[in-house]
């Protein structure tokens, strides 16, 4: 324990020494010596703990970490005294956006608990963690960091949180300052800050955030600049960008088909409509700029005027079951009758008659993919 309390010491020097403005933390390997507080099941007391963490950062929201802690707690029970705790795990980091100096994030991982105590050896010790903490960054290398964790695993004395607070230092390379400086000799001519000499972009109109060369800046990487970039958060370099900066998308048609018969003379559901009427809905659901008309239709028994209301009649029961079964709004689903008039098997038998007491449909959607490089 006395050689964390030293590397604290020294990180916190080295913090102070090169304090400035922050910046995104470097690529690279990082420590974490840190100190807190255990929280116990009921049979322990909470007591302090000293740990350090070491793991390492990549260029992403990404970064990785094995952490040892070590605390010393008493039981509630005088008869069985105090155990000495070291825990161990490993885990992953994920960085939320960072504001101003804050840098917040989610932790995750698993681990174990060793006792030193002879109840707690026959215990399973492995143990699960999930928490939140935030970096407050000196600069791109150094921040003070804080982190809650909660832990669950089997034994009844498991530690159950975990505060901690430290010092985080990331060994990566230092990126090149974004601190710019005008040279008073040759001018700034384009007025961005950079000037002439160092400006790789001597053009850049007025108003256009630049980066350090004197270049609008590209901020996810996709090679179209901020100040043309209508969608600021394509980052993924398999897929194709388009002159606007956005994903270009493969668009293809898709289709379903409803066709469901009815009873003579009636417009009545039959219990296998449901099914058909479901797979319809499913694909609405999935495709929300779809709409479908329901189509009724009849054989050629009974008069002709009858048989458009008694189509009418049909269509409407199956529009009914998708916007009041299945909620599918109503703006999206119409209907219409054609009575005896489209037949698509021979009236003249009864099986032909049946296949024309129906109900169709055709819906068409769109489905999009990513165009891949």
């Known amino acids: ?45 909470d007591d302090m703990l000293l740990g350090i963490g070491v793991g390492y950062r990549f260029d992403s929201p990404w970064a990785i970490e094995l952490t040892y802690q070590q605390t010393d707690a008493d039981f509630e029970s005088p008869l069985v005294g105090d155990t000495e705790i070291d825990l161990w795990h490993l885990g992953a980091l994920y960085h939320l956006k960072k504001k101003d100096n804050l840098q917040p994030f989610l932790s995750f991982g698993i681990g174990k608990a060793d006792y030193d105590n002879a109840p707690m050896n026959g215990e399973d010790n492995s143990q699960v963690n999930a928490g939140v903490g935030v970096k407050w960054s000196f600069n791109e290398k150094a921040a003070l960091r804080g982190d809650l964790k909660i832990f669950t695993g089997e034994s009844n004395d498991q530690v159950e949180a975990a505060v901690s607070f430290g010092l985080h230092y990331a060994f ?33 109109s007025r108003g256009i955030e630049t980066d350090r060369h004197g270049c609008p800046k590209d901020d996810d990487g996709d090679g179209v600049y901020n100040d043309m970039d209508d969608c600021p ?29 009815f009873d003579f003379d009636s417009s009545e559901p039959r219990d296998e409509h449901t099914g058909e009427v479901q797979k319809v809905a499913d694909f609405m659901v999935q495709h929300p700029h779809s709409y479908v008309v329901m189509e009724g239709h009849t054989d ?18 199956i529009a009914d079951m998708l916007i009041k079964k299945f909620e599918i709004s109503q703006d999206r689903v119409s209907f219409v009758g054609f009575g005896e008039s489209q ?23 769109k489905k999009q993919a990513l165009e891949m490089k």
């Open 172 to 204: 990566g390379a230092t990126p090149e300052p974004i601190t710019r400086t005008v040279a008073t000799n040759d001018g700034d001519t384009d007025n961005d800050g950079v000037s002439d000499s160092a400006d790789h972009c001597p053009g850049t």
């Open 233 to 261: 958060d394509t980052t993924d370099r398999r897929a194709r960008i388009d002159e606007k900066g956005c994903y270009v998308r493969l668009e293809t048609k898709v289709n379903i088909t409803l066709n469901v018969e």
């Open 1 to 45: 324990m006395r050689y964390l309390k030293l590397l604290a010491i020294f990180f916190a020097a080295n913090i102070l020494a090169s304090a400035n403005l922050a910046a995104e933390e470097a690529e690279g390997f990082t420590i974490y010596p840190h100190l807190g507080q255990t929280i116990f099941g009921d049979e322990l007391d």
């Open 343 to 365: 037949p698509v098997k021979n009236n003249n038998t009864a099986e032909g008659r049946q296949h024309n007491r129906r109900v169709v449909a055709v819906v068409e959607g």
């Open 300 to 317: 050629s028994m009974g008069a002709e005027n009858y048989n458009q209301g008694l189509s009418e009649q049909r269509a409407s029961t």
